[in-house]
Nanobody, 122 residues
Framework: QVQLVESGGGLVQPGGSLRLSCAAS????????IGWFRQAPGKEREGVSC???????YYADSVKGRFTISRDNAEKMAYLQMNSLKPEDTAIYYC????????????????WGQGTQVTVSS
């Protein structure tokens, strides 16, 4: 059974940092791309950052230079390091995965976690 569980969200002040974690189980992560998505109230879901099975990375323009995605296939973990957080980063963040070798950050991500709330506020 494929399962993704996010953790690490919380309340942080502007300019602060958080590291989100995604624990995967029930499948071999080696052949899957991983994505971090977010959805803020009243907005569509946005692809924040994605990493392919061979380590290629994509970042949305809004987070370039501030966020870093990584993965550890042996431990079946993925991470999103978020620095210099802004109030507009406030959203529910979801970890998702897709089977395939290419780098994509939208469309056909099949499996999703429950999400973790990130709130950036003074």
């Amino acid at each position: 059974q494929v399962q993704l569980v996010e953790s690490g969200g919380g309340l942080v002040q502007p300019g602060g940092s958080l590291r989100l974690s995604c624990a995967a189980s029930g499948f071999n992560l080696d052949y899957y791309g991983i994505g971090w998505f977010r959805q803020a109230p009243g907005k569509e879901r946005e692809g924040v950052s994605c990493i392919s099975s061979d380590g290629r990375r994509y970042y949305a323009d809004s987070v370039k230079g501030r966020f870093t995605i990584s993965r550890d296939n042996a431990e079946k973990m993925a991470y999103l390091q978020m620095n210099s957080l802004k109030p507009e980063d406030t959203a529910i963040y979801y970890c998702a995965t897709r089977y395939g070798l290419g780098l994509k950050c939208g469309g056909d991500y099949r499996y999703w976690g429950q999400g973790t709330q990130v709130t950036v506020s003074s």
